[in-house]
């Protein structure tokens, strides 16, 4: 079973920042926390992932509270080919990348 | 790079038929792996690779079988097609096993109906 909660769909309007959250309370000390998305029926795409400190690149950054239980995936400015179902995925650092997706969030950008 | 390549893109078989998916990539990736994703579903992974010789099952391996005898090749093979194996199917690869490493490339799909 995916390990995380996500809202099934968001809005965002052209131009702005995307904020999706992700909740992941049952989180263990050696847990990862990865973001993948997939634009309409492609093959999902690699964003980002960490541990326990922010993370950025060239896509998105990655905001992970304190206490680890939530997370919120940052597109800094959202254009309509970001449009796509974002999967917040939890899973063991040293584990074999077996990922495990839930339904994640359709963010739909808007003009 | 070409990255990870499906063959073909779309499929049609019958009740029964077998047939094998292919999944190549030119990355030298040592991690390989199959997922399918029914309609409105997350993806779900059906084998993995972690070099050649070395397969193991994933959370749904029933009525699927593969093999890894080069670094670049994993097929997936449908031994008796069944209208439940209906679905688009992923391959991956990524240079590490281990997932905090590195990141799952993902081919295109093949999008498999069964009748």
């Known amino acids: 079973d995916a390990k995380t909660t996500q809202p099934p769909s968001m809005d965002c309007a052209e131009g702005r920042a995307a904020n999706l959250p992700c909740n992941h309370s049952?989180?263990?000390?050696?847990?990862?926390v990865y973001w993948y998305r997939q634009i309409h029926s492609q093959g999902p795409q690699y964003i980002i992932h960490?541990?326990?400190n922010n993370e950025t690149n060239e896509m998105a950054s990655l905001i992970i509270t304190e206490d680890r239980k939530s997370s919120t995936l940052i597109l800094p400015h959202a254009t309509l080919r970001d449009t796509a179902v974002y999967y917040c995925?939890?899973?063991?650092?040293?584990?074999?990348?077996?990922?495990?997706f839930g339904t994640g969030t359709l963010l739909a950008v808007q003009p | 790079n070409a990255g990870v390549t499906q063959t073909p893109k779309f499929q049609v078989l019958k009740t029964g038929q077998s047939m094998t998916l292919q999944c190549a990539q030119d990355?030298?990736?040592?991690?390989m792996s199959w997922y399918r994703q029914d309609p409105g579903m997350g993806l779900r992974l059906i084998h993995y690779?972690?070099?050649?010789?070395?397969?193991d099952q994933g959370e749904v391996p029933n009525g699927y079988n593969v093999s890894r005898s080069t670094t670049e090749d994993f097929p997936l093979r449908l031994l008796s097609a069944a209208p439940s194996q209906t679905s688009v199917y992923f391959c991956?690869?990524?240079?590490?096993?281990?997932?905090?490493?590195?990141?799952?490339?993902f081919g295109p799909g093949t999008r498999l109906t069964v009748t």
């Open positions: 991956a690869s990524s240079y590490s096993r281990v997932a905090s490493i590195d990141e799952q490339y």
């Open positions: 049952t989180i263990s000390g050696n847990e990862y």
């Open positions: 960490g541990l326990k």
């Open positions: 995925i939890v899973e063991y650092g040293g584990a074999t990348n077996k990922l495990i």
């Open positions: 990355m030298n990736h040592e991690y």
């Open positions: 690779s972690v070099g050649a010789g070395i397969t």
